[in-house]
């Protein structure tokens, strides 16, 4: 070998050893790195119209995208100085400042009430307040004075029982007390009102004035308001008072038996107190006593982080388990298969009625596909597709009325044309966009050019009520309480009882539909995530929807198993539409997919007998659903009472007959 030769492979080695030292250091921080959950491009978002049908005028600071359905969106969308919910504390915007309670709780036959209650008050001389900020669980309240200048800022934060306020510039503070007053030292107060129990700490000394303090505020001071739990070590509630809470971040993971939930509150090193909820199981001993609320028990916990770990539930696979039928059930069933794929249309043009004929529709494929019925299938496929193809055109909104979706550049989201249930100003999204995404799922298992053709839609579907981190694009996490464990479906929140929301089924239809679309696509973080969502969802849904503990309370107890709507501040056995017992319970079933196995771990037959006493009671709007919860529990009984049920008009739209007696003859 010549040295020229030598020479030429000795660089050309080198050459090679640097590109794979590159590749594998690249491949290292690939692997490393913080997953991404989706790619949603700007160009993906650009490509749909943009409309602002109902532009908002939030008391946002600049800068900040409009917090849509949170516990806290009426600070940012309603002058009406509406109360927020953050267990144990209850907060309120007043005309000068702020007022803070931890509400007595009050029971009717059909509610139970956890309402604000203005035990003390905190005038600031202020004007009109603005949301300053906002972070995983806390958000920040600017005080304004006429001018617009904010001269203080009051930090509110999920499960914490403190509301520190800093004073941007010198001015005097009057904390008015619904009760007595007793000094501890200068800095320290005891607020008693009745059986509530509330401390004070402030860095300027305060005179006591009968009901109220007199505070000589200067520019940096801390004046913090707290509710104390009665029996507790008021000297732990007083020490955490001094160190406000300065940024709280919410962080999760999934492992195949545990979802762990971390919950850090940063307090300038300090320890600062955490009441949990009653379904968390948190690390450690609680040492700051027990608050009770609208929740029910909260053991308080004192640390900077606070770790919440659960049993993982196992994903529930897509299809129903149809390999046992009976050779009378299986000729029956690919009878009514033929008759719904016959008739099988779509008519409705609005994306929470039309999502719901697209998850319809998407079910008799998958029972076609599993009952290998081949050409069924193709015709229900064409059909599905066609639809799906009319529905997630970018650009349909520029030539169509309906069918179709915009991006709104002023709440930052993604919209269907067609406004139903306030979908426009961002109510219920996530029960809309669940059966987009079931519906998506199900059919790119048996298509595969679907994920490609339309993935950037769903996508952009997901990423509106659950992207995984703020862009200029979304808000991270829309529509999900990371505390609280499940969903608020108001866009506004504008009610004084809070925010609230209705149908716990959908909401877990949501991060079902969303598992189902990352297992599709292969996405291993989005799968995460949605377990991580469905897990907390379906835990809430059995916990506060589908079962309700009527705690000690004043007034005449709670007589109903299960509710309707939970706010921030009730327990409603109501729904917006219809005041009948199936509908309340009904709500809680639709729309009894193959992901709703958490039904199996509620109190079935009870919830039924008091909703629908006798056979005879089920009927009306949502028997379907009650006949498929029933056949969890007693499927010979749900067999017989689903008889009656004979046609489309018995049926929910988003429900067939095909696909009622595939979940019967399956249970």
């Known amino acids: 070998m010549t040295t020229r030769l030598r020479s030429i492979l000795l660089v050309g080695l080198a050459i090679l050893l640097i590109v794979c030292a590159s590749y594998f250091a690249w491949r290292s921080h690939a692997s490393t790195a913080a997953p991404t959950q989706l790619t949603v491009s700007q160009k993906a978002a650009d490509a749909l119209p943009r409309r602002s049908p109902n532009i908002p005028h939030p008391l946002l600071a600049a800068g900040l995208l409009p917090p849509t359905n949170k516990w806290y969106s009426s600070l940012a969308f309603s002058a009406q100085h509406q109360p927020v919910y953050i267990y144990p504390l209850t907060y309120a915007p007043t005309d000068t400042g702020f007022s803070i309670s931890n509400p007595p709780i009050v029971s009717s036959a059909g509610a139970i009430f956890g309402s604000h209650v203005p035990d003390v008050s905190v ?57 007595t007053v007793t000094a501890r030292s200068a800095q320290t107060y005891l607020l008693t009102v009745g059986e509530r129990h509330y401390g004070l700490y402030t860095t300027a000394p305060a005179s006591v004035h009968g009901q109220t303090l007199d505070i000589d505020g200067k520019k940096g001071g801390i004046v913090t308001v707290f509710t104390l739990p009665a029996g507790a070590n008021q000297q732990l509630y007083f020490d955490a008072a001094s160190h406000p809470i300065t940024s709280t971040s919410v962080t999760y993971k999934t492992t195949n038996s545990a979802i762990t939930t ?80 016959a008739s099988l249309s779509f008519t409705q043009t609005d994306s929470y009625f039309g999502g719901k004929e697209l998850y319809r529709a998407a079910n008799l494929l998958q029972i076609a596909e599993s009952l290998h019925q081949t050409n069924t299938a193709a015709v229900i496929k064409a059909k599905l597709s066609a639809r799906f193809d009319t529905w997630l055109e970018p650009s349909g909104a520029l030539h169509r009325d309906t069918l179709s979706f915009y991006y709104d550049p002023n709440y930052h989201g993604v919209v269907g044309l067609k406004s139903s249930y306030g979908s426009d100003t961002f109510n219920d999204h996530h029960f809309h966009y669940g059966y987009f995404m079931y519906a998506a799922a199900i059919l790119s298992k048996y298509d595969s050019s679907f994920s490609k053709k339309h993935g950037d839609m769903i996508n952009l579907l997901i990423s509106d009520i659950a992207s995984n981190a703020s862009s200029s694009l979304f808000p991270k996490l829309r529509v999900f309480d990371s505390y609280a464990g499940h969903s608020w479906a108001s866009g506004t929140g504008d009610f004084a009882d809070g925010n609230n929301q209705e149908s716990s089924s959908e909401a877990t239809n949501a991060w079902y539909g969303m598992y189902l679309w990352s297992q599709v696509t292969h996405n291993a973080p989005l799968a995460s995530e949605s377990r991580w969502l469905y897990s907390h969802e379906s835990r809430a849904a059995t916990n506060q929807w589908l079962s309700v503990s009527s705690p000690i309370a004043d007034g005449v107890p709670y007589s109903h198993p299960t509710s309707g709507i939970v706010w921030g501040g009730k327990i409603d056995y109501s729904t917006f539409f219809s005041p009948r017992p199936q509908a309340i319970l009904g709500i809680q079933l639709i729309p009894m997919s193959p992901g709703q196995t958490y039904l199996q771990n509620t109190a079935i037959t009870s919830n039924i007998t008091s909703a629908a006493p006798a056979p005879k009671d089920l009927s009306g709007q949502f028997d379907d659903y009650l006949v498929m919860y029933q056949a969890l529990h007693d499927p010979a009984q749900a067999l017989s009472n689903a008889t009656h049920i004979s046609g489309p008009d018995d049926l929910d739209n988003g429900n067939s007959l095909t696909y009622l007696y595939a979940w019967l003859y399956s249970h």
Do not use: C, W
């Open 262 to 341: 971390d919950y850090v509150m940063s307090a300038g090193g300090k320890k600062t107190l955490f009441a949990a909820t009653p379904t968390m199981h948190i690390d450690g001993q609680p040492t700051g006593g027990t608050f009770t609320t609208l929740l029910g028990k909260q053991p308080v916990y004192s640390g900077t982080s606070f770790s919440d770990r659960q049993d993982a539930p196992a994903m529930p696979p897509s299809e129903l388990p149809l390999g046992n039928l009976t050779a009378s059930q299986r000729t029956d069933l690919i009878q009514k298969l033929d008759s719904d794929t």
């Open 123 to 179: 005038n600031l001389g202020t004007a009109r307040h603005i949301v300053q900020a906002y972070d995983d669980l806390s958000v920040t309240v600017g005080q304004q004075d006429a001018a617009g200048a904010t001269t203080a800022t009051t930090r509110i934060t999920q499960g914490s029982p403190f509301a520190f306020t800093e004073l941007r510039q010198a001015g005097s503070v009057t904390v008015s007390v619904l009760g």
